[in-house]
């Protein structure tokens, strides 16, 4: 079992930064991706960033290129999202997400609350 603990939400005014972490314990895997997924009210579940965890390949969404960066500590097992220039539209629950590359598990957790004022 593989266990994710988010912490770093809060509320912050529109232009602000927040950074969010998730540290992972638990099973371990060879292969694997970590990131972000977001929800807001009324809406789907959306991509927000990953990391290669062997390559240190990112990838985002084009709604936070240029805002928002993944970075991780591996010592840790503990993947970070920068999040810079904070928009309003930007309010939602953070899922930090765990993938191994070789299954069809995605392993999640409980999310942070992030909340954009304007």
């Known amino acids: 079992q593989v266990q994710l603990v988010e912490s770093g939400g809060g509320l912050v005014q529109a232009g602000g930064s927040l950074r969010l972490s998730c540290a992972a314990s638990g099973r371990t895997f060879s292969e694997y991706s970590r990131g972000w997924f977001r929800q807001a009210p009324g809406k789907e579940r959306e991509f927000v960033a990953s990391?290669?965890?062997?390559?240190?390949?990112?990838y985002y969404a084009d709604s936070v290129k240029g805002r928002f960066t993944i970075s991780r500590d591996n010592a840790k097992n503990t993947v970070f999202l920068q999040m810079n220039s904070l928009k309003p539209e930007d309010t939602s629950v953070y899922y930090c997400?765990?993938?191994?590359?070789?299954?069809?598990?995605?392993?999640w957790g409980r999310g942070t609350q992030v909340t954009v004022s304007s």
């Open positions: 997400y765990l993938a191994p590359r070789d299954s069809s598990s995605t392993y």
């Open positions: 990391i290669d965890w062997s390559s240190g390949n990112t």
